[in-house]
């Protein structure tokens, strides 16, 4: 069997000023063939307007081992959110 | 369905007491519907019976598109042509989510295709049957994708995260493309006897290998319980099937067609139609290989394969050589 195209992961901008969001893979053996198969494959009803591709092999992602040390300690500080404060009406819109 | 008779444990299902502590864990993440994502921890059995029943789904959405495409250069007009040609080019689209979703598990893109050029992975039992006229193709979109919704619909609830979310990318799509059927079919009974003829033969044809798509009945299919425990199949074969005769019945009388079943008729009692006994020979015969396309499907496959062989080689050589030369640049 010969070599298998390498899997690229497709981020795609939509109209409405998000950001890039991840929309799935795809294989293609360069850079440019991966733009033009993500055109093909995640860009068929008008879903975006910039393609960024990335190749898989190249993401580091956390693990879901790691999710304790990661993202308890966020969990503690609620006074991040503004509803933690109790802001009096006669303040008015704050 | 898509996916039919996929090979689960063949165990019976574990109550949590049984399981050890990461099992146990994992189960009840799916009880409380928190989606499973690729690095997570899952059974062996889970993460086994997914890759079979993702590519098989792949695999269909992959050979569905040449009983259509056999159409595409004899629309009959250049309207109905754009509107299959970006059909076909959908099936294309769904089988590449699939595939990727499938590949999140550690399965290679090339082994996926290996396995259903070896005949070891299948795919759908309704894309063995011929497409005979233009009818067909209406009847394709109606009855087919229509029965393939009722199945993805459910899907998009499945406990893994990129199946999931593939079938809410793909449920989306899928609704043009039943429409577009059911338009040809529309079209079709309000034109000439031979036309009103050619729409009742299609369906006809594609009625009960419509509904054996939901695969075999409850009380036969094996593996369900499994799959049913670790929520990659959310409703059952029979309940889905039941479901899909509910929706079609109304639109086939409102296309003034019969639909082929003397024993179907509407069940006060239950509020549901009753229909009457599929033939499951037939069923089992397609998927062991004797269909009347089954030979065809495959060779078509094969050749594609071969075919795109120097090209797919040509590319990664092309690349390989553009990126040594730029390094040497550098």
Redesign the interface.
């Known amino acids: ?5 390498p ?1 690229w992961e497709v981020f795609i901008r939509g109209q409405h000023g998000l950001s890039h969001r991840h929309v ?4 293609a ?2 850079a440019e ?1 991966a733009i033009n198969n993500a055109r ?2 995640y860009t ?2 008008n879903e975006g307007v910039s393609i960024w591709v990335v190749r898989a092999a190249e993401i580091t ?1 956390s ?2 081992g790691e999710k304790g040390p990661l993202f308890e300690p966020a969990n503690s500080k609620v006074y991040r959110h503004p509803t933690f404060f109790d802001i009096p009406d006669e303040v008015g819109q704050m | 369905m898509y996916a039919q008779e996929v090979k689960s444990t063949g165990k019976p299902v574990k109550s949590l007491d049984e399981m050890d502590p990461e099992e146990r864990a994992f189960q009840e993440r799916i009880d409380a519907d928190i989606k499973i994502e690729p690095k997570d921890f899952m059974p062996e059995g889970y993460r086994k019976t997914l890759i079979r029943q993702i590519s098989q789904h792949a695999h269909s959405e992959i050979v569905g598109q040449l009983p259509e495409g056999n159409w595409i250069t004899r629309a009959p007009t250049l309207e109905r042509k754009a509107i299959l040609l970006a059909k076909v080019q959908d099936e294309a689209g769904h089988g590449l989510y699939l595939y990727c979703a499938a590949e999140t598990l550690g399965a290679s893109r090339d082994e996926m295709t290996e396995q259903l050029l070896a005949g070891k992975a299948k795919y759908s039992s309704i894309f063995n049957y011929p497409s005979l006229t233009w009818a067909d193709i209406g009847a394709i979109g109606w009855l087919v994708d229509g029965a393939a919704i009722m199945n993805q619909v459910q899907l998009q609830r499945c406990s893994y995260g990129p199946y999931s979310r593939a079938m809410v990318r793909i449920c989306k799509e899928e609704s043009f493309h039943q429409r577009q059927g059911y338009d040809i079919m529309m079209k079709l009974v309000k034109g000439t006897d031979a036309q009103q003829e050619m729409a009742q033969d299609a369906l006809d044809r594609w009625w009960w290998p419509s509904l054996m798509m939901f695969g075999p009945p409850d009380a036969q299919s094996v593996h369900s319980a499994q799959s049913m425990a670790w929520k990659i199949k959310p409703v059952s074969n029979d309940e889905l099937r039941q479901r899909f005769v509910d929706q079609t019945v109304p639109q086939a009388e409102y296309l003034g067609l019969q639909i082929p079943d003397p024993d179907l008729k509407w069940n006060e009692a239950r509020g549901r139609y009753d229909f009457g006994k599929i033939d499951w020979n037939e069923f089992y015969d397609v998927l062991k290989g004797n269909g009347p396309c089954n030979k065809e499907r495959m060779a078509a496959r094969q050749k594609a394969w071969d075919d795109g062989a120097w090209f797919r080689d040509g590319l990664m050589a092309h690349a390989r050589k553009k990126q040594s030369r730029k390094m040497a640049a550098e």
């Open positions: 069997m010969s070599e298998e195209w899997l799935g893979s795809l294989h053996p360069d063939m093909d494959v068929r009803r992602a693990s879901p």
